[in-house]
Each structure stands twice: as structure tokens, then as C-alpha cells.
């Protein structure tokens, strides 16, 4: 669902370029989470795919990011490799100066139990659980103690206190996806990951989602990565990487819906100059023909949003 968006004021300002480019630059000193030489391969021989080719990525600490891209691009796969729900083939991830990309499949269990949360497109929630419950949920699988003091900072900032008894079929979309969201909130993890959270939800919905994973990142000190199609959704973010083919093409700061819009519509018209130059097969057409139905799509989802 297209969510049109007026970003706070203290992230505002003129949107910079896009950047070109096949990286996003080298790790600062306070990244939260790094790629470095990501590469991701599935099958081989003739049914080979190159999911990711060569990505270096550097997410900062106590920021929102997305990551855009038409079908295919791998920007899923991206977020899957960093968040060790996937191992890359190639290259190396660390997340909070933790290597994940060389833990054991135990070793990651318990690192995505404890210092990463989640966000999916479906809710995932336990419909025998409370809302309280299936907050809690990561703590008690981990056998810890909750912190109540983080806990009642959670449950005000999505804005539940008065729902902590319901059960999910007793609560609205989006009632629902903030509760998934004050779950992945409440291990004070490093980064939350969200691919499509707003995926299932109308736009009333969307905003408020999507406003919480905002404040968790202002006003808690959270590192967001949201996974997106959408503009108004990206709007929200500090930072907007852009994926094609595997690579990273692009890299748009304090970005806005429009700006987003044009970043799209130029990378799909480079991509297409570069397989008409190359003479490139059906499939490269194809895919830049996807990456301008995707910049068209979303040009006409924000025009409906707004």
C-alpha cells in the first residue's frame, strides 16, 4: 500500500543525489552493520543466478535505511544475508562487531534470538498469546528476564498499553503489526530488519507502522532496514539504497517521495541505455523493462497516496 509521507523536521532538507555507484561506500566508525564482497549464488551451471554481485553495504548506527529495487533485484536476499537468515555464498557480514557470516547455524540462532529483531510482511503472531505475550515471546524463548523498565518504553511508543490483553484476532492490521514490531523491539536488539512490514496493511495502517519504526529510531536510539517497493514507505527512511541486478546503483540521502520517484525512473533509463549498448539479450531487456514498470508503478501508487 503506497504511503505518502512528510518526513520530520529534523531529518529535513534538500534531497542529495542518488549516487551511482556499485557500493555504498566505505564502513564509517559507528556502522552498525557491514557487507563486505557479498556474494550470493544460486544454483549452477546453466540455472545459475547471481543474486548478489560483489556488494560492499555499511548501515549506520541509530539510522533508518531502505533498501529499493524492482523484482529480482536482490534487495531481499541483501537483507536476508545481513540479518543471517541466509548465507552468502562470498563475502562477509558483521553485525555489531559480531562476524555472522562465519557462526554456526546454533551460534545464529541465538544471535537472531537475542540481538536482531524482525519485521515481516506477514504478522506472525501467536493467536492463542496476548499482545503482551507475543511481545515478550523472544525474551521467554531465550529463558531471560524482561526488562520492564524497556518494556513499558516499548508498549508507549507503539501505543498499545490499552491492547496488551487482546488476542491478535482482536486487534485491527495494524494493531497487529505494531505489536510484531514492539516484538522485535523488545531484546533491545542491534538492527531491526523489515521486509515489506507494511506489505498487508492500508494506508491508515501504513502510517502508523511506519511512524513507530520512525521513532524507535528517533526517539530510542534503534537501527531500522526496511525492505520496499513503495515510496512513501522509503520517504520515511535517513538514507535509500537502491539495488539492480545484484548491485547497489544508487544511494539517495534525506530522501522524499518525488525524489525517490525520479531516482527510480533514472536508474531503470541507465539500465536500459546499458543493454541497448551492449546488446544486451531478452533478459537484460526484460529486466530493465521490470525496473521501469517498477518506477512507473510506484509513480502512480504515490500519485493515488497522495
Partial sequence: MAVSHQRPAHVAGSAGPAHAGGSAGPAPADSIATATGLRKVYGSG??????????????????????????????STLMHCMAGLDRPTAGTVVVDGETISSLNERQLTKLRRTRLGFVFQAFNLIPTLTAKENI?????????????????????????????????????????????????????PSVVFADEPTGNLDSVSSREVLTFLRQSVDELGQSVVVVTHDPGTAAFADRVLFLADGAIVG????????????????????????????????????????ASGAASAAARGAGDAR
Fill in 46 to 75: 546453466d540455472t545459475e543466478v547471481v543474486a548478489l554481485d560483489n556488494v560492499d553495504v555499511s548501515i549506520q548506527r541509530g539510522t533508518f535505511t531502505a533498501i529499493m529495487g524492482p523484482s529480482g533485484s536482490g534487495k
Fill in 136 to 188: 515478550t515471546l523472544p525474551v521467554d524463548l531465550a529463558r531471560g528476564h524482561v526488562n520492564q523498565g524497556w518494556f513499558e518504553r516499548v508498549v508507549d511508543a507503539v501505543g498499545l498499553r490499552d491492547h496488551l490483553g487482546h488476542r491478535p484476532a482482536e486487534l485491527s492490521g495494524g494493531q497487529q503489526q505494531r505489536v510484531a514490531c514492539a516484538r522485535a523491539l523488545i531484546t533491545q
Fill in 251 to 290: 544511494d539517495l540521502p534525506s530522501p522524499s517521495v518525488d525524489s525517490v520517484i525520479e531516482a527510480l525512473r533514472t536508474f531503470s533509463e541507465r539500465s536500459r541505455a546499458r543493454a541497448s549498448a551492449g546488446g544486451a539479450s531478452g533478459g537484460a531487456s526484460g529486466g530493465a523493462g521490470g
